[in-house]
């Protein structure tokens, strides 16, 4: 046989055409009809074609599997450019620097100088960089002097024609950006439009300045955000930027300075600064910027400032203003004083941020305007007084008092001698050390393959019964409290439904010691709340018997709880804790407890039924709980099933609590235990053990004919007055709460399917998991109303 012919063979055995009429034909290959079959049946060139690409693809997927393994054991590193354009901001991305270059193997650095820093009259700053053995991969002169608005709009146009050329060299998978400066905007901007991902160190805080307008228009150049504050992240939420693209990190020059601000040297430091003779904690330090939106206001206010320094008559070391508009007016009212010659002071432009910490940290006072007063100062305790009105909005520790507006120096001089020499505790607001690692965490999260785009979280137009934010679920919380026959609770209750601390204590007799307890209980509630991270949205109460919910008023009580009718709740707990306070029927609270963190959540109709001392319970229809004209709607314990049945705590006969509820049980087994129909052989009772419900049913599960009959006609009562109520609102779920639920779950379900219209027999009937209804029913109202969802 020809190589045509085999070839051709396995071309058919390859692609799955040979049949044995084929095989046949080769065994009888001497009839001289098998190469002839062969050409009839196929092209030959085509065949061709098709081994050859068949082969051709199997090499290129043996290779393409080579090229994936090779690339899953290296990983390209994440080229990350950090721009620093001013003294301020180096000392908050140094330290991310340092991370950065220390995971060399993780990360590749790209350094871009610009702005103040390569400018001779603000220190030439960016000497410090090249101090901190960082390699410079380009430095642009961006800055037009001038030191006014214009010269800010041009520093900024200038910055945006020079920076393509370099991001277009460098090519960063992400762009680190800090803060607030016009410098910081061109930067944004630039890797905006060229599509590279920024990352915005300390945006969504709040000040008095053009600078929030800045930040918050970096924030929405960002991609993604490193943020310092919970609150910072709060704002930035409510910016509509997306939750999964914000790091709560904490300020990264906490880092540093919580490390290093007790170093033994710090006397050296000082001396070095402010001569020999200067003591510790006996001198200020003044660093006092422009205000670009109200120039003329902050040079009044640092000429007042300096005034009262002079007063003052201690050393001060007072630091040069930033580049912003207005700072060179600012410098001559500085020299008209003869501040530079004076001997007290010492006028400097720039100092190294480890030499800066050590003198703030040991300073009797700081003053002026600078946000190292009201972020880095409170880290040492360092008293601070802030000027005028550019740190508006900061968040501060106790150690920052404000002088909005001065009309002369006397008011600065007074706030001078109530802050110096002081110390006060260290605060951590803006970071716990620990930023670095954090934000180099999330750097190693970015996935380069993700959309370039970035989306908003836009809220809902319409009204949204919940809100997707993870820390709000953990922080905010409700005051519950449970007004009870024999006790009193309250407890701090989280969003989730967890309960996080709960207090008791026996609920007194009169009126006046019931409400001294709610307050003083409710009072050490809030305070604990405080040191758990808590804030609490307001006060939910549970209480027995007929409530006016509108006006948090209960109208009349139950016999358990003595003079507690006609009882305004709201108005003393509210005018005492400063809080909202919402009061409903403890029926209805176990129904709102079902529905928000139990089985009628998302359930459109059901009703809950609480089974304990009374019978009681709450309608929810159209998921909103049914109140009724006049508040006694959902009293479930007394729905009559019998004309002549046993009087009920209500006056009336034949009531579901008179047959099914605890003191109905516990009626019923006295009884028998009086004519010695109760104990049974084997049951455990001690003589002066007082006989409850619980003896019952434990008579009735060991064989006790007696029990057995009593425990089946309260269910049958309470099964019956069940199907009345799906008769009447046609619920699609019925839950059995409190301390007999699931006793009585199994017979009442049996109840309806035997007595309930067909199509009733189908509703389910379940028991309870929540342990504290009361408590949380009483809180869900605080939770929903309080973060405007609806029920």
């Given at each position: ?17 040979l049949e044995p009429a084929g095989t046949s034909c080769l065994e009888h290959r001497g009839r001289g009809h098998s190469v002839q079959f062969l050409l009839q049946t196929l092209n030959t060139l085509r065949l061709q074609e098709l ?659 009593v425990l089946h006609k309260a269910s049958t009562a309470l099964g019956v007055g069940i199907v009345n109520i799906l008769h009447i609102v046609n619920p699609s779920l019925v839950v059995l709460s409190g301390v007999l639920g699931s ?49």
């Amino acid at each position: 046989m020809s190589n045509s012919c085999l070839f051709l063979y396995r071309c058919l055995w390859d692609f799955g055409f040979l049949e044995p009429a084929g095989t046949s034909c080769l065994e009888h290959r001497g009839r001289g009809h098998s190469v002839q079959f062969l050409l009839q049946t196929l092209n030959t060139l085509r065949l061709q074609e098709l081994y050859s690409l068949r082969m051709q693809r199997s090499r290129e997927k043996m290779e393409r599997d080579k090229t994936e393994l090779h690339l899953s054991q290296f990983k390209r590193k994440l080229r990350v450019c950090v721009a620093t354009c001013n003294r301020a901001d180096y000392s908050k991305l140094a330290p991310i620097m340092f991370g950065i270059k220390a995971h060399s193997d993780e990360f590749e650095l790209e350094v871009v100088v610009l702005g103040s820093h390569l400018i001779d009259d603000y220190g030439n700053t960016f000497r410090m960089i090249e101090q901190d053995d960082f390699g410079i991969d380009s430095k642009l002169h961006t800055i037009v002097r001038g030191e006014d608005e214009a010269a800010m709009v041009e520093s900024v146009g200038l910055a945006l024609v020079k920076l393509p050329d370099v991001l277009q060299r460098l090519r960063p998978d992400i762009l680190i950006v800090h803060g607030d400066r016009f410098d910081a905007l061109a930067l944004a901007t630039a890797a905006a439009l060229m599509n590279i991902r920024i990352l915005h160190l300390e945006g969504g805080e709040v000040s008095g300045t053009i600078d929030d307008s800045i930040r918050h228009a970096i924030s929405k150049l960002a991609h993604y955000h490193a943020c310092c504050t919970r609150m910072a992240e709060q704002h930035l939420i409510a910016m509509c930027e997306d939750h999964s693209r914000i790091l709560l990190a904490g300020c990264p020059s906490y880092d540093k300075l919580l490390l290093t601000h007790h170093k033994d040297d710090y006397m050296d430091i000082i001396k070095s600064w402010l001569g020999d003779k200067v003591q510790d904690h006996d001198y200020i330090v003044a660093l006092q910027h422009p205000v670009t939106t109200d120039i003329q206001h902050s040079i009044k206010i640092y000429g007042l400032m300096l005034d009262a320094l002079l007063s003052f008559n201690k050393k001060t070391l007072i630091l040069f203003p930033n580049i912003d508009a207005g700072s060179k007016e600012m410098v001559r009212v500085m020299r008209k004083k003869g501040i530079e010659q004076h001997p007290n002071f010492r006028a400097v432009k720039h100092i190294p941020f480890e030499q800066f910490i050590q003198l703030v940290c040991h300073a009797g006072c700081m003053i002026g305007n600078s946000s190292c007063g009201v972020r880095e100062a409170g880290a040492f305790g360092t008293p601070v007084i802030n000027l005028g009105t550019r740190q508006t909005g900061r968040e501060t520790g106790e150690n920052v008092l404000h002088v909005r507006d001065a009309d002369t120096h006397n008011k600065i001089y007074h706030a001078l001698e109530l802050q110096f020499g002081k110390r006060y505790p260290c605060s951590k607001i803006y970071g716990d050390g620990s930023a670095v690692p954090r934000i180099l965490k999330f750097l190693r999260s970015i996935d380069l393959d993700e959309p370039l785009q970035k989306t908003f979280c836009f809220p809902p137009v319409k009204e949204s019964i919940s809100q997707d934010i993870d820390h709000i679920l953990e922080t905010q919380s409700a005051l519950a409290v449970d007004l009870g026959g024999t006790n009193l609770r309250v407890a701090i209750v989280c969003m989730r439904g967890k309960i996080l601390k709960k207090y008791t204590e026996n609920n007194p007799r009169t009126f006046e010691d019931r409400m001294d307890l709610i307050l003083k209980m409710c009072k050490d509630a809030v305070q604990d709340a405080v040191s758990i991270n808590c804030r609490i949205l307001g006060v939910g109460v549970s209480t027995g018997g007929r409530v006016n919910p509108q006006e948090g008023v209960v109208l009349h009580s139950t016999k358990l709880i003595q003079e507690w009718s006609c009882v305004n709740l709201r108005t003393p707990i509210s005018d005492a804790l400063h809080l909202p306070v919402w009061v409903d029927n403890d029926g209805n609270c176990a129904a709102l407890a079902e529905k928000k963190f139990g089985h009628g959540k998302g359930v459109e109709n059901f009703v809950t039924v609480i089974t304990g001392t009374g019978i009681g319970g709450g309608i929810i229809h159209h998921h909103e709980l049914i109140h009724g004209s006049t508040f006694c709607a959902a009293e479930l314990g007394h729905i009559m099933v019998s004309l002549e049945g046993p009087e009920c705590s209500c006056g009336s006969r034949g009531c579901i609590e008179a047959y099914a509820s605890g003191m109905a049980l516990q009626r019923e087994a006295k009884m028998l235990h009086d004519e010695d129909l109760l104990k049974v052989e084997g049951m455990d009772m001690k003589i002066c053990e007082p006989i409850t419900a619980a003896h019952l049913i434990s008579a009735a599960r060991m064989g006790n004919s007696k029990a057995a009959a009593v425990l089946h006609k309260a269910s049958t009562a309470l099964g019956v007055g069940i199907v009345n109520i799906l008769h009447i609102v046609n619920p699609s779920l019925v839950v059995l709460s409190g301390v007999l639920g699931s006793f009585y779950q199994e017979p009442v379900q049996q109840v309806i399917s035997q007595r309930a219209l067909t199509s009733a027999q189908t509703i389910r009937v379940v028991t309870s998991h929540l342990e504290e209804p009361a408590l949380l029913g009483a809180a869900s109202m605080v939770l929903d109303y309080a973060t405007r969802r609806t029920y």
